[in-house]
């Protein structure tokens, strides 16, 4: 660690001096295989490749046919660099420094490429980074849409190194491809490790391999993106739900928000402050946690090494042998009694993170091949409490003994549909052998939180052949007590397999929303209270709690999962996590600051929106819902689209919120879905109201609605109000077709408004409130006109302050 701690000083120390010519050796370089460089969602800078390309007989430069919903940003997805013959890039480098490589593969259409024919091997100094690597199968897998592979070089004393992509000649019309390549010196976090089951009697040396960097967790958190972590080395960090294996999973802590968390002597860069900062311990019941192993499943490549990084910061305890436990890796110990993980003991105070570091191999054998972590109380030590804890973990490949990283490539047929059918049958049967659940991915450095319709869409057009082992995360029967009907464990497992949203427990939930204290209602909505609660020591979120007793409230919920975890877009509300447990049923949202579009519009006398403010979350919202209906293959319609279901942030981004009614339409322009007539008073399209046939137009109907709200400010049934006024939607369409819309607009906007842009607004308005569906406009419409009405309003601002 001292080493590390020195080599990372030194890399600082070797900026501020020279600066101005050290090409790549400190900088952390991005790499946007294109012509152009720019900047990603997050506000990254990447750069163009083409100067680090050294030889590329046969390179194309390439744009993606199709943006996938979950790609975060389109640099450097949605553009490629393709290679039909060897490829090499050349970066100038320090020497004796350790290099960080990641790739970035979107395995898509590439204009007269056929994706399915690429196969290649990448090196990289020498070493064997992927061979006969398919990014389609492996995403395909992994059910993901795109992928990131990170890799870490040891050090070496060239001056130069050398990535080359080498096209497999095994099949005809093979080619390679990449999206992105980063390129960041790194400290070197490595060091002297022990083999598990060896002792101390055989140590590898990891601070000279190199690694493939295959999971990394932060246990009981949130994802951290890259722009969060330490050391700038723009690592992911996940949450380690989908990993947790076994009946019992532990319950989730939080360090208290005003413990200093002390990295001390050592690196800030090994992990971020709130990887330490969340835990997932055994639970309160010391009888019971002395009876069973907190558990984590890996499923890797058979016949490598791995070295596993365990995270750990105490901060509840503070004296020696009051927490103690045993650690277990693949059955055999790697840290047990009489010398246990006893943290205050080794680093002599609370809130010091520390890690350590122990080395498996995995030999090949039947089955799939995986790494198994465990914990459980030292109760060999007499400790005072009996309890476990676990604050993050990484998980590194090394090179074998021919500098090869390289794995084979996931089975294509394993997939998550078969996965969850899987689990629903074995809750009926109770076979065994599905308790067995394997979680993670060989090969593949997990992109958890980014499946989303990607998957929704490969679940479709997959097969049913039979294969067991699945690539996706599907928790086992761990709540076999609670519901006899089956339902409830369908929506658990597809929404952890689909979406991977996080597992709350009724305890956490009780915790951050003090028992659901009235004082923390923030709305009611059909399926029950809203409550504004924290987690993980701090996150604000919104928790919706389900009133057990009803039917519809039960649908509502399994309908809201199933859509949520599966969409993720910057207009709609995410859904963190569930809670499924103790007869109570909860959903946890991002909280949204600023509350719902109608409170500020005339359910609050003080706040007056501008007309820009309004035409701005108008705008949000119509994105949200252009992409549901849109984004996916299958439309998806809102059916409860009014005001209070536009919900804002803090920075007054319009999200689109509950989804308990919304259903799965047809196939793209092909009819309707008949069911029940839903929805609210005042928004409901009289079309499907007739006919109860449902169409997304049914969405642009209460959108229409939603408009004429933002420029009326007044409810959308208001039966205070003379007959031919209670209804907004007749009331404004009589308005506008008699010339005198000015008169029921809101009194603050009067002379606010450009007359050419509200004339768009209101004709956009009126043409949604059209009696027949097809006469009304696509979302894509309204929210282009809604564009063009913004843009002639930021005229027109100038003007009237010129004025
Ligand atoms: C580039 O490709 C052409 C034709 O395929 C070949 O003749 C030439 O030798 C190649 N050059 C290099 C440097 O590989
Ligand atoms: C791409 O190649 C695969 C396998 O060779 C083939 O099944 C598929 O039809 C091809 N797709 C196109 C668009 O040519
Ligand atoms: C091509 O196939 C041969 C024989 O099956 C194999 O030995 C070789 O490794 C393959 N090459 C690549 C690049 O996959
Ligand atoms: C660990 O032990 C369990 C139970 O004995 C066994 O099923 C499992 O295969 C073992 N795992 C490894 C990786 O050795
Ligand atoms: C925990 O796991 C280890 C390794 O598989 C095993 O030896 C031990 O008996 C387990 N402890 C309990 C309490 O299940
Ligand atoms: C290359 O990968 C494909 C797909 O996984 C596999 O079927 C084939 O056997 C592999 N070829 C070699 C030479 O490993
Ligand atoms: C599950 O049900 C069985 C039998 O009804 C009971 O013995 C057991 O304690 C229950 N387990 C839990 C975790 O509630």
Redesign the pocket.
Known sequence: MKEGQHSWLSIVWFCLICNAFVLVSSQPLALNCNSKGGKDEDGRKWEPDEKYLKSSNGSTLVQAGYQDPSLLSKIPYMNARIFTSLATYEFRIKSEERYLIRFHFYPSGYSKFNISNSYFSVTAGGVTLMKNFSAEITCKALTQAYLVREYSLAPSDSKTLTITFTPSKNYTNSFAFINGIELIAMPNLFGMTGMVGLGYLKEIDVSLENLQAMFRLNVCGQTIPPSKDSGAMYRIWYNDDPYIFGSTLGICTGAPKDLKIDYGKSLRSTAPEDVYRTARSMGEDAGLN????LTWIFQVDANFIYVVRFHFCEFVYDSPNQRAFNV?IN?KSAQVAPHPVDLIDWTRKKGAPIYKDYAVHVADGPGDAMILI?M?PATEMKTQFHDSLLNGVEIFKLNDGNKNLAGRNPHPSSMLLKAVTEQERSFDTKSDNNNAVIAGAAAAFVLVALTVLASRKRKQEAGVEAHTSSWLPVRGNSHSNESKDGKSHNSHALALAQGLSRHFFISEIRQSTKNFDDSNVIGVGGFGNVYKGVIDGGTKVAIKRSNPTSEQGINEFQTEVDMLSKLRHKHLVSLIGFCEDGGEMCLVYDYMALGTLREHLYSNEEAHLSWKQRLEICIGAARGLHYLHTGAKYTIIHRDVKTTNILLDEKWVAKVSDFGLSKTGPEMNQGHVSTVVKGSFGYLDPEYFRRQQLTEKSDVYSFGVVLFEALCARPALNPKLPKEQVSLADWARHCHKKGTLEEIIDPHLKGKIKPECLKIFADTAVKCLSDQGIQRPHMGDVLWNLEFALQMHGTTEASTEAE
């Open positions: 002395t009876k069973f192993n277990y059955n465990q459980t």
